[in-house]
């Protein structure tokens, strides 16, 4: 336990620090060493050192990659130190988390040009020009031979054959190969030679972010303390939030499909969002998730004002509020928008429905584009569609819509 006795404005600030940092996540291990921690922290001014690793295997991030960077800017509002660390030299390897065979092991370049698209989209959320960057090839292409070998003497096979996926393809005959064990003991000495004090992940990191505790152990460092953090799922409710499964809300996206998909999240997921993915103040989250125990509070408006924001954070909060009024132009009085994406459709002039909705990719499937129809959920020109096999007569300026606030429009000259 922590020695240090706090004066009441420091304690005052410990508690809020200690309340806000710990909302939204599943595990604090051990919770007693996050609370001295944090409390030597407040007393000496000392900041921790907070680390992230990421191996940047594609080059775009969507809103549930975020989870872990707004509880970041929360350690940053509070004066702390972030860490992050790119794997260039562990993406080479590739991380075999929840996978049933390794994974592709990428190069360097590769690792390097989607690490530069990460940060232009992380200075969204953090202050960029104050986190640490790291990468660890720094450290690992110095490694001689007898200190991988060291290295590895730090855990056992039967250690390593507790993670879920290793025991699964063990267990089911399927290959794991050595180099994939060296994965979580290179991901725990990263965290040994930044010397960190907190190390923060998703849910599915687990075992990886335990290993840096016990590799830090090993080689007679303080121990870090463990943050993980939900997987956020998607439009769906259900399932984790992937591009894969088309459920996802991207950086990218413009403020009126942001603000529209965010106002299709189930009701269920409101409160969650507003904890994992805005800064709004811990106490204000609580009185919101009350209000809609109580029913005091209505889901639309919550809904809205959690779309409000998460657009304030990736554009600003004139467009918030112009996209704001336009939600209510559009899903209140039924209005078509003004700013509509445009597409140069250079195809043939007639076209099946289906078809036309898939080569615009507005849909993930044809299924789903015939189920739509079916629940009159597309209209052409303001005209619904009650055919699936109704044939298109393509027009400059055409617009086509799908559901309540998916727009685009077609231009042929």
Same mark, same amino acid.
Request: hydrophobic share 35%; proline share 4%.
């Given at each position: 336990?922590?020695?240090?006795? /706090?004066?009441?404005?420091?304690?005052?600030?410990?508690?809020?620090?200690?309340?806000?940092l710990v909302s939204g996540t599943v595990d604090v291990i051990p919770q007693n060493e996050f609370r001295d921690k944090l409390i030597n922290s407040v007393a000496t001014g000392k900041p921790l050192k907070?680390?992230?690793?990421?191996?940047?295997?594609?080059?775009?991030?969507?809103?549930?990659?975020?989870?872990?960077?707004?509880?970041?800017?929360?350690?940053?509002?509070?004066?702390?130190?972030?860490?992050?660390?790119?794997?260039?030299?562990?993406?080479?390897?590739?991380?075999?988390?929840?996978?049933?065979?390794?994974?592709?092991?990428?190069?360097?370049? $590769?690792?390097?040009?989607?690490?530069?698209?990460?940060?232009?989209?992380?200075?969204?959320?953090?202050?960029?020009?104050?986190?640490?960057?790291?990468?660890?090839?720094?450290?690992?292409?110095?490694?001689?031979?007898?200190?991988?070998?060291?290295?590895?003497?730090?855990?056992?096979?039967?250690?390593?054959?507790?993670?879920?996926?290793?025991?699964?393809? @063990?267990?089911?005959?399927?290959?794991?190969? /050595?180099?994939?064990?060296?994965?979580?003991?290179?991901?725990?000495?990263?965290?040994?030679?930044?010397?960190?004090?907190?190390?923060?992940?998703?849910?599915?990191?687990?075992?990886?972010?335990?290993?840096?505790?016990?590799?830090?152990?090993?080689?007679?460092?303080?121990?870090?303390?463990? /943050?993980?953090?939900?997987?956020?799922e998607g439009l769906d409710g259900v399932e984790k939030m992937s591009k894969s499964k088309g459920n996802y809300i991207s950086l990218e996206d413009t403020p009126t499909n942001m603000f529209g998909k965010?106002?299709?999240?189930?009701?269920?997921?409101?409160?969650?969002?507003?904890?994992?993915?805005?800064?709004i103040d811990i106490d204000k989250i609580n009185e919101i998730e009350l209000g809609l125990q109580k029913q005091t509070l209505h889901p639309k408006e919550c809904k809205m004002n959690l779309a409000e924001?998460?657009?304030?954070?990736?554009?600003?909060?004139?467009?918030?509020?112009?996209?704001?009024?336009?939600?209510?132009?559009?899903?209140?009085?039924?209005?078509?928008?003004?700013?509509?994406? $445009? @597409?140069?459709?250079?195809?043939?002039?007639?076209?099946?429905?289906?078809?036309?909705?898939?080569?615009?990719?507005?849909?993930?499937?044809?299924?789903?584009?015939?189920?739509?129809?079916?629940?009159?959920?597309?209209?052409?020109?303001?005209?619904?569609?009650?055919?699936?096999?109704?044939?298109?007569?393509?027009?400059?300026?055409?617009?086509?819509?799908?559901?309540?606030?998916?727009?685009?429009?077609?231009?042929?000259?």
């Amino acid at each position: 336990m922590s020695d240090k006795v /706090l004066s009441v404005e420091k304690s005052e600030n410990f508690e809020k620090q200690f309340k806000t940092l710990v909302s939204g996540t599943v595990d604090v291990i051990p919770q007693n060493e996050f609370r001295d921690k944090l409390i030597n922290s407040v007393a000496t001014g000392k900041p921790l050192k907070i680390k992230l690793g990421l191996d940047p295997t594609a080059p775009d991030i969507h809103l549930g990659h975020t989870v872990v960077l707004n509880k970041l800017r929360q350690f940053q509002d509070y004066g702390h130190t972030i860490q992050i660390v790119i794997g260039d030299f562990t993406a080479r390897i590739g991380d075999p988390t929840g996978k049933s065979e390794a994974r592709v092991q990428l190069d360097e370049k $590769e690792v390097k040009k989607n690490a530069k698209t990460y940060f232009d989209q992380f200075r969204k959320v953090l202050n960029m020009d104050k986190v640490q960057v790291f990468y660890n090839a720094e450290w690992f292409s110095k490694l001689n031979f007898e200190e991988s070998i060291s290295l590895s003497s730090k855990i056992t096979v039967a250690r390593l054959l507790e993670r879920n996926d290793f025991e699964n393809r @063990y267990r089911n005959n399927l290959p794991i190969s /050595l180099h994939e064990f060296f994965y979580p003991l290179m991901q725990g000495y990263d965290s040994v030679v930044l010397e960190s004090d907190i190390e923060i992940g998703g849910t599915d990191q687990h075992f990886n972010l335990l290993m840096g505790r016990h590799l830090q152990e090993s080689y007679q460092k303080s121990k870090q303390v463990i /943050l993980t953090l939900p997987l956020l799922e998607g439009l769906d409710g259900v399932e984790k939030m992937s591009k894969s499964k088309g459920n996802y809300i991207s950086l990218e996206d413009t403020p009126t499909n942001m603000f529209g998909k965010l106002m299709s999240i189930p009701d269920e997921l409101i409160v969650k969002y507003f904890k994992l993915l805005t800064p709004i103040d811990i106490d204000k989250i609580n009185e919101i998730e009350l209000g809609l125990q109580k029913q005091t509070l209505h889901p639309k408006e919550c809904k809205m004002n959690l779309a409000e924001t998460i657009v304030s954070i990736y554009y600003n909060n004139e467009i918030a509020k112009d996209t704001y009024k336009e939600f209510n132009n559009i899903f209140k009085k039924n209005l078509v928008p003004d700013d509509i994406p $445009e @597409y140069n459709w250079t195809d043939n002039r007639s076209i099946n429905i289906v078809e036309l909705v898939h080569q615009l990719n507005l849909l993930p499937s044809k299924n789903q584009i015939r189920n739509m129809i079916n629940n009159n959920g597309i209209k052409v020109n303001s005209v619904k569609i009650d055919n699936i096999n109704q044939i298109i007569e393509i027009e400059n300026k055409m617009i086509i819509q799908i559901g309540k606030r998916k727009f685009i429009k077609l231009i042929t000259d």
